[in-house]
C-alpha cells in the first residue's frame, strides 16, 4: 500500500464566504493529491499528480495551494499522519529578555528566515514567583537573585 497522509484543511471561497472543509490526501511517493468534500460527502478532487506539495509544507497551521486555492491546514486526517509530522518536527522555547525586547522584531525574523516556524507566541512580564520556578536550577548560586529580579523586571 502506498504511503499517503491525511489532513483537514479549510478553503473560505472569497465569493460566497463559505468556509468549505476537505479532507486532503498526498501521495509522497507519486506526488498525487486527492480532495474529499467533509459537508456534502464526495470527492472535490479526485487522485491527481501534483508537484506543487511537499512534506515541509504539510504541518498544523500552513497554508499550501492547490490549483489556486489557498487551504489551511487545520487538524491531522489521521493518527498515521499525526505520528510521522510530529515526530519530524522539534519544539523548543524562546524567551527574549527584557533587555532584547527592543529588538523583538529583528530577533522574529531571524528566527523565522532561518526555517523555523514560530507556532505560538506571546508577550508577557514574568512574575517573580514565575521567574524563579523557571530558574529553579540556579536557586542557590550566586546570581541567582539578580537573575530574578532582571528577568521579572519588564515585558
Not at 523565522?112 to 514565575?130: E, H, Y
Request: hydrophobic share 40%; glycine share 6%.
Amino acid at each position: 500500500m502506498a504511503q499517503r497522509y491525511a489532513f483537514i484543511a479549510e478553503w473560505l471561497d472569497p465569493n460566497s464566504g463559505v468556509l468549505w472543509r476537505y479532507q486532503l490526501f498526498w501521495y509522497p511517493d507519486t506526488s498525487e493529491i486527492e480532495m474529499f468534500d467533509i459537508k456534502n460527502r464526495r470527492h472535490f478532487l479526485k487522485r491527481v499528480k501534483y508537484d506543487g506539495v511537499n512534506l515541509q509544507q504539510l504541518y498544523i497551521g500552513s497554508t499550501i495551494t492547490v490549483y489556486s486555492r489557498q487551504l489551511r491546514l487545520i487538524e491531522y486526517g489521521d493518527e498515521y499522519t499525526r505520528h510521522a509530522v510530529e515526530s519530524r518536527t522539534e519544539r523548543t522555547l524562546a524567551i527574549i529578555k527584557p533587555d532584547a525586547v527592543k529588538y523583538m522584531g529583528k530577533i522574529i525574523n531571524a528566527i523565522t528566515t532561518s526555517g523555523f516556524t514560530i507556532v505560538n507566541l506571546r508577550m508577557c512580564q514574568l512574575s517573580r514567583p514565575l521567574a524563579e520556578e523557571f530558574y529553579a536550577v540556579h536557586r542557590g548560586k550566586p546570581f541567582f537573585a539578580a537573575l530574578i529580579s532582571f528577568m521579572s523586571s519588564g515585558p
